[in-house]
């Protein structure tokens, strides 16, 4: 988990107000992604990015938005939080995929919690 | 859509005892199936991971059984521990493309 950091690790908002979630890596991966977990749904794709000048949509996009600011940074703004964002928000990274896969290393996690 | 679908969602067993997870998949272009293992508080790990090109895959007490043809994979822990107490998620991709698609979770608890 000490490859992957996540700030802040908790977090209790307001309905309305835009926050950030921010993801730092010291693996050197290109690719970086940004999950949900919610009880009975499991890792729910929000965004993710290829390389710094790549952003892609996941299953779950509506309401969020994203910033690669660099190869090592990848940050996830919550553009006005409402309460159904309530949730357990995981950063994670991979490299290029090889003959056996991908590997994904996730971060400890955000709690956020939207009154 | 839930191109993965994992049962049961939750699990309790015996110290000593077999835990079985079960996951299926619709997708035939998926051909890489890794088992994550997130302790709580924690992030996933990736646990142990099959191709489909071979029907098991063992890696100590952690088994992965394959069947192409039902589109199914599984999970197995022998001996299970109080220690494997977690939440286990499925996933599948496709070779060399982008993105794991992960299936629901199972919370399981081995009790001594």
């Known amino acids: 988990d000490a490859d992957v950091t996540q700030t802040p690790r908790n977090r209790i908002t307001k309905t309305g107000k835009r926050i950030m979630l921010e993801c730092s890596q010291t693996?050197?991966?290109?690719?970086m992604y940004w999950y949900r977990q919610d009880p009975g749904l499991g890792l729910r794709l929000i965004y993710y990015?290829?390389?710094?000048?790549?952003?892609n949509k996941g299953e779950i996009s509506d309401g969020y938005s994203v910033s690669r600011q660099a190869q090592a940074k990848f940050s996830l703004s919550l553009e006005s939080a409402i309460p159904n964002q309530t949730a357990l928000y995981f950063c994670?990274?991979?490299?290029?995929?090889?003959?056996?896969?991908?590997?994904?290393?996730f971060g400890p996690g955000t709690r956020l919690l939207v009154l | 859509q839930q191109q993965v679908k994992q049962s049961p969602q939750s699990l309790i067993v015996q110290k000593g005892g077999i835990s079985i997870i079960n996951c299926a998949y619709e997708n035939t272009a998926f051909d890489y199936f890794p088992w994550y293992q997130q302790f709580p508080g924690k992030g996933p790990a990736l646990l142990i991971a099959i191709r489909p090109d071979v029907s098991e895959k063992k890696e100590g007490r952690f088994t992965i059984s394959f069947n192409k043809s039902a589109k199914q994979f599984s999970l197995h822990i022998m001996d299970s521990q109080p220690g494997d107490s977690a939440t286990y998620f499925c996933a599948a991709s496709r070779r060399n493309t982008d993105k794991l698609i992960f299936g629901t979770g199972t919370r399981l608890q081995v009790f001594p």
């Open positions: 990015s290829f390389d710094v000048k790549d952003i």
């Open positions: 693996k050197g991966h290109d690719r």
């Open positions: 994670a990274t991979s490299d290029l995929p090889g003959p056996r896969g991908e590997t994904q290393y």
